[in-house]
């Protein structure tokens, strides 16, 4: 009987052990299609959602002040995608924004926060990519009409995330290295989004189909009256505090996918935010 018992125990215990280990794939898929969502610039968006059977072929052009940025293929296919980028190539091109031929990726690819992605995440997301069905369409190049610069920031070397445990310091990992919320929601500054000196403060302008959206301040002075549900309501849904839809390019399709534990840290960090 005793026995009986301590196997059932070790059954149970294993069960549960498998359920909570993750493959590195798993891991990539739930980045990819939640909090990270490469798809919000590498997949076409329409007022639909995304172009489903053109996920991450690249091709929206996204125009700005000296730029028409042209979103590539980043599918697996081997002559218009990254099929043939090994595993270390494309790490280069996402945390320092490096091609393999050495030239450099421009904006707004938000390489700045991603420098700081864990290599844990980084290699789950490369591990999806390499997975994903090959999509052919080439995309012309972007033109940029100011000088790129040599590289994003000096070699990156070993990362690691924080501790899940401390919420506060996972959920600005969260909305730094793997959302890049900051890029968004921080003031343009005279090179780009200026991160470091007015981070979530807010005021930057997002212009399209819908028109323009700003995207507000998320620390105190703007969310301090809100609840934690409303704040995960706008993430998730698109609707804001008023029961306003919310307008692109803000990921919301892709937020709705985040795991509970992961909104709970964004919400902790962004009360931080005074
Ligand atoms: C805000 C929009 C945006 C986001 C988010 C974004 N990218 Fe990009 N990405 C771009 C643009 C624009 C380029 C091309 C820039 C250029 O032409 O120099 C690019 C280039 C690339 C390239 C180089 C491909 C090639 O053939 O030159 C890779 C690889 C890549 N992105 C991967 C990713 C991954 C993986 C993610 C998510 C972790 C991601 N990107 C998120 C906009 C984005
Ligand atoms: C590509 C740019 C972009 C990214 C990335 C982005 N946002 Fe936003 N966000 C916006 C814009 C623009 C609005 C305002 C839209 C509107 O007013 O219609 C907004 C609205 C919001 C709102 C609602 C504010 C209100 O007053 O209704 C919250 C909360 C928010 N974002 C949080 C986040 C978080 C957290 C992340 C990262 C997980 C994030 N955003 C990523 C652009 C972005």
């Known amino acids: 009987m005793k026995w009986t018992l301590a196997f059932a125990a070790a059954i149970i215990a294993a069960g549960s052990a498998s359920a909570m280990a ?35 072929a690249g091709g929206m052009e996204i125009p700005d002040e000296g730029m028409v940025a042209r979103v590539p293929n980043i599918t697996s296919d081997k002559e218009t995608g990254i ?58 190049a972007s033109e940029y009409k100011f000088p790129l610069p040599p590289a994003y920031g000096p070699p990156v070397g070993k990362v690691e995330a924080p501790s899940r445990s401390d919420k506060a310091a996972y959920g600005r990992y969260l909305v730094t290295a793997l959302g890049h919320c900051i890029e968004c929601h921080s003031p343009m500054g005279a090179h780009g989004p200026d991160t470091e000196g007015k981070p979530f403060q807010g005021g930057a302008v ?11 301040a998320l620390n105190a002075s703007h969310l301090g009256s809100w609840s934690d ?37 964004i919400v902790a960090y962004l009360r931080t935010l005074k």
Not at 40 to 46: A, G, S
Not at 207 to 215: H, Q
């Open 22 to 56: 993750e493959t590195s794939v798993e891991r990539g898929a739930y980045l990819m299609k939640s909090i990270v969502a490469c798809g919000n610039c590498h997949t076409v968006q329409t007022p639909n959602g995304p172009l489903a059977d053109r996920d991450l």
């Open 83 to 140: 099929g043939k980028w090994t595993e270390a190539q494309i790490i280069l091109a996402i945390r320092e924004g490096k091609r393999p031929d050495g030239s450099i990726i421009g904006p707004p690819m938000p390489i700045g926060q991603y420098r700081k992605m864990a290599d844990e995440d980084v290699k789950a997301i490369v591990a999806y990519l390499q997975q994903t069905k090959p999509v052919a369409g080439k995309v012309a």
């Open 206 to 216: 997002f212009k399209g189909p819908w028109g323009a959206s700003v995207a507000p």
């Open 229 to 265: 549900d409303e704040i995960k309501r706008a993430i998730t849904t698109g609707v804001s505090k008023d029961g306003r839809r919310l307008t692109p390019p803000m990921g919301f399709g892709y937020y709705k996918n985040m795991a509970a534990a992961d909104l709970d840290s």
